[in-house]
């Protein structure tokens, strides 16, 4: 990788939304499994090894499936966020491998909220 | 008379695109036409996290949420929800696929009171992908500075917006930059104080493991700022998951050049390695950890006007603090400035533990009451359980009681109560919790950590908990509690370093505050809140009891007999007060004395 000069920050930046940000782009879901300390010791290794495994056995091409820290709310770990194009992400608490199985079988493939696990739509406020 | 409903309309620039504005007029029209004017209040209010459905109406004290308005849909939705008090499920937030709506995260008092600016990408970017942070305005900061700010100004911005060190004490960060770059020696240094190492806490951890780019760019200008070439990341060993990604970080900043010689092109060299600490608390103070970094032994210092490492000028700040330099310079000193309250500006980062139910981590503006941190965002105590007590400020703080509890956080409000703001731990208490053994277990800590240079620190920490220990078993004398501050005055007084000045902290504050708890431990020889287990019995209650059997099968002592569905009795003999059968009890029917 070649050192980047300022305006290299723009375009860096451009080319993550198109491909994270799913505004534009071939990916239509995004699965974040938040993967801070407190995540990975309630259990949040098992919560991706089993989206990884839906992942292939489905074999979808546009879901992404992603890692990120703690979402804050330590005690309720594991945590997704289900993030779907155009739509507000969700965030699912308390989960283990079969929990996670379902959410990706109905959110992330079949578009329905499976609202018994989700603990809210939306984002925090930042800044 | 203040009006009974909030009408809250988002007004960001994404609503405003789709017409929030419009909805805005046509809300306030219409109210005023049906003279709701008095009780309903329309805010304008920030992006709500949701605006891909703007424009986006939240509806205050119920929290409904309504969503994608049209002008049209206003006199409907004002007649029905405003005036006849039904709200209009049609237009409220519903899930594809689904009967009833989910609430809308910042809706949750969890999320609602929080505001983040260190943690701005918690849980949003993979923390090992330099590409997402950059995503999210990471390193234009320092694009920023490197481009068109002079030294001084980056200073002044810093000095400006009331910035503070986020390890505990608060020092003014500009100045500390200021009186660095005014020395004349070189090379100079940049450390980040990442040794947390107070009992539950775990900010710096989560920061670090969150987003360890954006602790990298603030050190990074604060080099440029102080015109520094070296820097170290003083990083515990006891936090393997917040080494690597912090490993990882640098390595991708040098690969982009954002670490290394000639710094986005601009001249400014500078580069950053990781240093692990073996876990000493005592590294965590300042000479301290110069002297770790230095290979020496880390006994503390007398404090020089200015520490230095290797004779060299050096600025340490907290995880925290760093975190924060780039979102200041990005979005400007008076923004930050206006966060906060007179003398502690921005949010503070706050790890909440102990018997709370939403254990986490929060970043909330300063000057929140701690009411709003433990009961509202902590979501109260776990079994409706009457609050006690917070701890905050660690070994070096004090504990904060009920009474208290509409303190405003910054950090001369927590001084005034005995305590301190410390690095952000907060450790709530119930009712059961025995402060004396609270106090007890903190003087231990610092005993045990306690470097030994000194010998108030070193031995007075030792005589403080074996008080303790005496009054939490039940042999308090006459005096013990005039011992303790009297001992405690001392230790604060001929300590050399923030550790031993401070560890008195935890037992002169719950002196101050619950000396009742010390005097029934000492006259009566009893522990009121029913936790020290030389001071109290379990029995059971033959009016409750039901015969289930569950104690008795539970009892590793096999203390517990009695027949199914007769009155069950404890053998006191045998009891070893471990408080199994309270847990196991379905009825009640354990008693503490």
């Known amino acids: 990788m070649p050192k980047i000069r300022p305006e290299d920050l723009d375009r860096i930046g451009e080319k993550i939304k198109r491909t994270m940000l799913l505004r534009e782009g071939?990916?239509?879901?995004?699965?974040?499994?938040?993967?801070?300390?407190?995540?990975?010791?309630?259990?949040?290794?098992?919560?991706?090894?089993?989206?990884?495994?839906?992942?292939?056995?489905?074999?979808?091409?546009?879901?992404?499936?992603?890692?990120?820290?703690?979402?804050?709310?330590?005690?309720?770990?594991?945590?997704?966020?289900?993030?779907?194009?155009?739509?507000?992400?969700?965030?699912?608490?308390?989960?283990?491998?079969?929990?996670?199985?379902?959410?990706?079988?109905d959110h992330v493939l079949g578009g329905r909220i499976v609202s018994e696990y989700a603990l809210a739509a939306g984002s925090e406020r930042t800044l | 008379m203040p009006h009974i409903t909030n009408a809250m309309i988002c007004t960001c620039t994404n609503c405003i695109s789709n017409g929030a504005l419009d909805i805005k007029d046509a809300l306030e029209s219409e109210i005023k036409r049906r003279g709701l004017a008095d009780d309903v209040l329309i805010v304008p209010t920030g992006a709500s996290g949701l605006c891909v459905k703007g424009p986006i109406l939240v509806v205050q004290p119920e929290g409904i949420f309504y969503q994608q308005l049209k002008t049209k849909d206003i006199p409907n939705l004002v007649e029905e929800h405003f005036l006849k008090g039904r709200p209009v499920k049609k237009l409220m937030y519903v899930p594809p696929g689904e009967e009833s709506p989910i609430p809308e995260l910042r809706s949750i008092p969890f999320f609602k009171g929080q505001r983040l600016i260190a943690l701005r990408n918690r849980g949003m970017i993979d923390p090992d992908s330099i590409d997402e942070y950059i995503a999210r305005d990471g390193y234009k900061a320092l694009a920023k500075v490197l481009a068109s700010m002079t030294q001084e100004e980056v200073i002044k911005e810093i000095s400006d917006s009331g910035l503070r060190g986020r390890g505990g004490a608060g020092f003014p960060t500009g100045r500390k930059w200021e009186s660095r770059r005014k020395d004349p020696r070189t090379p100079r240094y940049i450390v980040c104080n990442a040794d947390e190492g107070d009992p539950g806490a775990?900010?710096?951890?989560?920061?670090?493991?969150?987003?360890?780019?954006?602790?990298?760019?603030?050190?990074?200008?604060?080099?440029?700022?102080?015109?520094?070439?070296?820097?170290?990341?003083?990083?515990?060993?006891?936090?393997?998951?917040?080494v690597k990604r912090m490993q990882l970080a640098i390595e991708q900043a040098r690969e982009y050049g954002l670490l290394g010689k000639d710094i986005l092109g601009s001249g400014l060299d500078f580069d950053v390695q990781i240093f692990k600490g073996a876990g000493a608390f005592v590294c965590g103070e300042t000479t301290s950890l110069v002297a770790s970094i230095e290979g020496r032994i880390p006994e503390p210092r007398q404090r020089p006007p200015r520490t230095t490492l290797w004779g060299k000028p050096v600025v340490i700040n907290n995880v925290e603090t760093w975190a924060n330099v780039p979102a200041i310079i990005n979005w400007g000193a008076k923004w930050f400035s206006q966060i906060g309250t007179e003398t502690s500006k921005g949010t503070k980062v706050f790890s909440l533990a102990g018997n709370i139910n939403n254990a986490g981590l929060v970043e909330v503006p300063m000057g929140i009451t701690l009411r709003e941190i433990v009961h509202s965002i902590g979501g109260g105590i776990p079994k409706g359980k009457k609050f006690k007590a917070v701890q905050t400020g660690g070994p070096s703080g004090g504990f904060i009681p009920a009474s208290l509890l509409d303190l405003r956080v910054d950090?001369?409000?927590?001084?005034k109560a005995g305590s301190m703001m410390g690095s952000g731990g907060m450790i709530v208490m119930?009712?059961?919790?025995?402060?004396?053994?609270?106090?007890?277990?903190?003087?231990?800590?610092?005993?045990?950590?306690?470097?030994?240079?000194c010998t108030s620190c070193r031995e007075g920490s030792y005589a403080l908990l074996e008080i303790l220990n005496r009054i939490c078993k039940g042999e308090g004398k006459e005096g013990d509690v005039e011992l303790l501050e009297e001992l405690g005055e001392a230790i604060r007084d001929a300590s050399l370093c923030g550790l031993g000045q401070s560890l008195p902290n935890p037992v002169l504050s719950s002196i101050r505050h619950?000396?009742?708890?010390?005097?029934?431990?000492?006259?009566?020889?009893?522990?009121?809140?029913?936790?020290?287990?030389?001071?109290?019995?379990?029995?059971i209650d033959d009016e409750k009891c039901t015969g289930c059997t569950r104690c008795a099968k539970n009892c590793p002592q096999e203390a517990i007999s009695g027949e199914a569905k007769e009155v069950h009795v404890i053998d006191q003999d045998k009891c070893i007060k471990c408080g199994i059968c309270l847990d196991a009890c379905k009825f009640d029917a354990v008693i503490v004395t």
Do not use: W
């Open chain 2, 202 to 242: 775990f900010m710096d951890r989560s920061i670090i493991e969150a987003d360890p780019h954006s602790v990298l760019e603030g050190m990074t200008i604060g080099a440029y700022a102080v015109g520094a070439s070296g820097g170290y990341v003083y990083l515990r060993i006891e936090y393997p998951l917040a």
């Open chain 1, 26 to 105: 071939a990916c239509r879901v995004k699965i974040i499994v938040h993967m801070g300390t407190c995540g990975i010791a309630a259990g949040a290794r098992d919560v991706m090894k089993a989206l990884t495994q839906e992942m292939e056995k489905a074999d979808v091409k546009d879901v992404l499936l992603t890692i990120s820290s703690c979402a804050g709310l330590c005690s309720r770990e594991p945590m997704v966020t289900i993030e779907v194009k155009d739509q507000p992400a969700v965030k699912y608490v308390d989960l283990n491998a079969e929990k996670a199985g379902k959410i990706f079988s």
């Open chain 2, 514 to 539: 619950f000396r009742d708890e010390y005097e029934a431990h000492i006259k009566e020889k009893r522990c009121p809140a029913g936790a020290c287990r030389a001071l109290i019995t379990f029995a």
């Open chain 2, 411 to 415: 950090y001369e409000q927590l001084d």
């Open chain 2, 430 to 453: 119930d009712e059961n919790t025995c402060m004396v053994e609270m106090a007890r277990y903190f003087v231990a800590f610092t005993n045990d950590e306690s470097c030994g240079k």
